[in-house]
């Protein structure tokens, strides 16, 4: 079979674009005819992608549309558009967690264009409650997680104080939060680590927090290349995220894989990737007095720490492509 991905595509990057890659990946090495199709440019060069996208998917028989909201909903208006003139099989998977408030704001633009593909995929049970809510037909895929080269994870035998941030650096991301709660952290743990990876548009207040609260021990590293991860990870025990809005964040399974503990924002769709206490710890969103408390019983307390890792990892294979490949090629209708 023949199948075009269609998407705000950019390479090297995480996000929905990891995920673009990593599915390309994985379906030319199932020896598919694949390309992708990105809808990034300007305004008036999106205009004229359109009818490029009609000549190039006239050559395929699947559409692959990966879609979120706001902007991020334009693959989904010019692949299903295309897609039904040119009478194609139409998969959309949806991302990010804003999509309660997006189709809240525009219920029909958005009835109209995910009633008329083939099958909707979400990656979680938060956006399966969304897409219920609407009377929108779905399936429940997750996001691919890639496999170690020797399929082995990463074994911690101590946890200590060193913690890590893998967000841009936006409001959405919070990281505020992660610097409040660590520097009340760093006066009971004087020997206390944060890496920040990520840069955005609060990087330079995020710094200037740090330095007005002279809190010592934070490193920011900007941009990462996601090849570059796993060399920060293996420096951390201590995964923490604190965004206000997610669906099915990757760097929260990529800290998994990695051996980390996990400690997230209890909002969107974490609560169905982490259970707490069992896989990992969740505090109100934007309570950096409770994720503070939460960083310091994860070092104090080492055998409910490494448990919580290694259920987290236990959990992965749902990720695995193997696992994927079997529910997307169903979607494909090619099983």
């Known amino acids: 079979m023949k199948i075009l991905i269609i998407a705000n595509y950019r390479d090297s990057v995480g996000g929905i674009s990891g995920q673009v890659k990593l ?8 020896g598919e005819e694949v390309q992708i199709f990105s809808t990034r440019g300007k305004p008036l060069m999106r205009l004229l992608l359109f009818v490029k996208l009609f000549f190039v998917a006239s050559r395929y028989d699947i559409l692959h549309i990966h879609a979120c909201s706001y902007w991020g909903f334009l693959p989904a208006v010019y692949g299903i558009i295309v897609g039904k003139l040119l009478q194609k099989h139409i998969v959309l ?3 990010g967690g804003g999509g309660g408030e997006f189709f809240s704001a525009h219920p029909k633009l958005v ?15 938060y956006l ?3 897409f219920k809510q609407y009377n929108l037909p779905y399936v429940i895929i997750p996001n691919i997680l890639e496999e170690k080269a020797n399929n082995e994870y990463e074994i911690r035998q101590i946890i200590r104080s060193n913690f890590i941030s893998i967000r841009s650096l936006e409001p ?20 206390a680590k944060l890496i920040v990876l990520g840069d955005g548009s ?3 207040a995020l710094e200037n927090y740090v330095k007005g609260h002279q809190i010592e021990n934070v490193e920011f590293y900007g941009h990462v290349n996601n090849s570059d991860i796993d060399k920060y990870l293996s420096q951390a025990d201590v995964f923490l995220s604190a965004p206000t809005i997610d669906n099915q964040p990757m760097s929260v399974l990529e800290a998994f894989r990695a051996g980390l503990l996990v400690i997230s924002s209890r909002v969107g769709g974490v609560p169905y990737m982490i259970e707490h206490g069992v896989t990992g710890l969740m505090f109100e969103s934007n309570n950096y007095q409770e994720l503070a408390s939460l960083m310091i019983f994860a070092v104090k307390n080492q055998t409910s720490s490494l448990s919580m890792i290694q259920r987290a990892q236990e959990q992965l294979k749902i990720y695995s492509w193997p696992n994927i490949r079997q529910l997307l090629y169903s979607c494909y209708g090619i099983w």
């Open 93 to 95: 998977t949806y991302h």
């Open 111 to 125: 009835r109209f264009f995910l009633t008329g593909t083939d099958t909707n995929i979400v990656l979680s049970g």
């Open 202 to 204: 609060c990087r330079t």
């Open 128 to 130: 399966a409650e969304v």
């Open 23 to 30: 599915l390309y990946e994985h379906l030319k090495r199932e």
């Open 172 to 191: 959405l991301y919070n990281v505020e939060c992660i610097l409040k709660a660590f520097e009340i952290v760093k006066a009971e743990i004087s020997n």
